[in-house]
């Protein structure tokens, strides 16, 4: 069964970077499609960015330019690159995977994904 562990998490202030790392454990074949989601402080969960395999990704407008997912195999860690943070992106990170076709990946939601990590924290500050 195949576990993921995310990491880097922390505190910065607005305009400041962070990069999340999620370590994939066991078998890759159920991680053709991953993805990190994040929620906020009363507020549902949602997909921030989405790769399936290793080049085919969507973001979330807010952001786009700002965010890059990425990840060099199937058993190589995700990465989330995180630039020109604000406030507005504080929120649990968790990282998922699935196995999902390219085309669903792309729109793919929280109940589209069956193996989830622990989640990082992100605070921004002002």
């Known amino acids: 069964q195949v576990q993921l562990v995310e990491s880097g998490g922390g505190s910065v202030q607005a305009g400041g970077s962070l990069r999340l790392s999620c370590t994939v454990y066991?078998?890759?074949?159920?991680?053709?499609?991953m993805a990190w989601f994040r929620q906020g402080p009363g507020k549902e969960r949602e997909a921030v960015a989405r790769?399936?395999?290793?080049?085919?990704?969507t973001y979330i407008d807010s952001v786009k330019g700002r965010f890059t997912i990425s990840r060099d195999s199937a058993k190589a860690p995700l990465y989330l690159q995180m630039d020109s943070l604000n406030p507005e992106d504080t929120a649990m990170y968790y990282c998922?995977?699935?196995?999902?076709?390219?085309?669903?990946?792309?729109?793919?939601?929280?109940?589209?994904?069956?193996?989830w990590g622990q989640g990082t924290q992100v605070s921004i500050s002002s």
């Open positions: 790769i399936w395999g290793v080049e085919r990704t």
């Open positions: 066991g078998p890759t074949g159920s991680t053709i499609c």
């Open positions: 998922a995977a699935g196995v999902l076709s390219a085309s669903d990946c792309a729109t793919a939601t929280f109940g589209a994904f069956r193996t």
